[in-house]
């Protein structure tokens, strides 16, 4: 059964009473829209696609509990949320790559040095990329922001263990994908990961 003909407001009903159908319209109706403009503001494809697909999935997730009156309008606010959220994490990024160059002066840094250190930045932020969402979230906030476990667990709304389990489970994966690199790259690694 189609449900091309149905209006935003009738498919945003059928949707709270868990109507896949309903769902799968609006995803097709929207979901390159949403994309386009995450890709323009962030001219990156792949982020664009997880941000677009992100949206949809918090809006069949919070289906039941949404009150929307201008569908367009409330997947533009909400994916102007995640692109900002997106923005936010990458500075964070940045920043603390910034910080590890000042551990590692440049002026004491040979030319090899430096393309090597570059590589490993440009592997660590593969690697933490590559991350679950939350795990990437709780490291970063760590790790650069240098709050505690505790400190963490509050902002978060989350267990302390649950705190321990995701920085053990990021400092075990970037060991793991960061462990090409040689002994200087280790140090500059156990500077990140302790």
Same mark, same amino acid.
């Given at each position: 059964m189609s449900l091309k003909a149905h209006s935003d407001a009738d498919l945003l009903s059928l949707l709270k009473a868990d109507d896949k159908l309903a769902f799968k319209e609006l995803y097709d109706r929207y979901w #390159?829209?949403?994309?386009?403009?995450?890709?323009?503001?962030?001219?990156?494809?792949?982020?664009?696609?997880e941000l677009a697909q992100e949206l949809f999935v918090m809006l069949?997730?919070?289906?039941?509990?949404?009150?929307?009156?201008?569908l367009n309008a409330f997947l533009q606010?909400? $994916?102007?949320?995640?692109?900002?959220? #997106?923005?936010r994490r990458?500075?964070?990024?940045?920043?603390?790559?910034?910080s590890l160059k000042q551990y590692f002066p440049v002026e004491i840094?040979?030319?090899?040095?430096?393309?090597y250190f570059n590589e490993l930045t440009e592997a660590l932020q593969k690697a933490l990329a590559e991350l679950p969402e939350k795990t990437r979230q709780i490291f970063? $906030?760590?790790?650069?922001?240098? $709050?505690?476990?505790?400190?963490?667990?509050?902002?978060?709304? $989350?267990?302390?263990?649950a705190i321990e389990y995701h920085l053990s489970r990021s400092t075990t994966y970037l060991r793991q994908h960061l462990s090409e690199f040689n002994t200087y790259g280790m140090a500059l690694l156990a500077y990140i990961l302790f």
């Open positions: #390159y829209k949403m994309y386009s403009i995450a890709f323009r503001k962030l001219n990156r494809k792949e982020v664009a696609e069949w997730q919070k289906r039941a509990t949404l009150r929307i009156i201008n606010v909400s $994916l102007k949320n995640l692109a900002i959220d #997106y923005i990458n500075i964070q990024e940045e920043h603390y790559l910034d840094m040979a030319t090899t040095d430096m393309v970063l $906030l760590n790790r650069f922001e240098r $709050l505690t476990i505790r400190e963490i667990a509050a902002q978060l709304n $989350l267990s302390e263990k």
